[in-house]
């Protein structure tokens, strides 16, 4: 009994810190599903760019994921930054923006896929192209090669339902950075 004793308290430890991970990942994931939820309505066809109350939004979406008032704030600078990014603004407002879908399913080798944001843009001189773009919140070394390898399925599976048209994808990062897929 004495050696259980010894036992006990380490694994509840250990559990505790597993819960407050789990805690900490739940919160994470809300906080981006707020993210997406505000790039979904400030990014709406037929919206211009300024036309959205940005913290209006935010806080309504943060409380829809039951996320506190100072997490609406970081929902809501998380989103500008993105909406303002010179290299991410065309895919939310813009003369070259023809066509915008959030949450788009597709399927890849019987398993149903779902596209952050797909868009086709359409700019003078260029050949329309389709863009996959997958919103990462939070990338590091060991998790990049991963969302690469999600965003090429998603992007093998939109070239399939749009043959001879241009594909592309990219990562958009918390911070407004676009990362593109290379070509494979």
Known sequence: MGTHRGWLPALAAHGSAEVAADAQDAAAARLGQAVHRVLEW??????????FD???GARSAAAAFGLSPAAAARVSSVAQQILQSPACAAFFHGPALRWAGNEVPVADGGEMLRIDRLVLLDE??????????????QTGKVSLPLYREQLRRYVRAVAALQPGDAVCGALITGAGDLLP???S
């Open 124 to 137: 003078p001189g260029a050949v329309p192209t389709w863009w996959v773009l997958d919103y990462k919140l």
């Open 181 to 183: 897929l290379e070509a």
């Open 42 to 51: 400030a990014g709406r066809p037929g919206l211009a760019a300024g036309h």
């Open 54 to 56: 940005l913290p209006a």
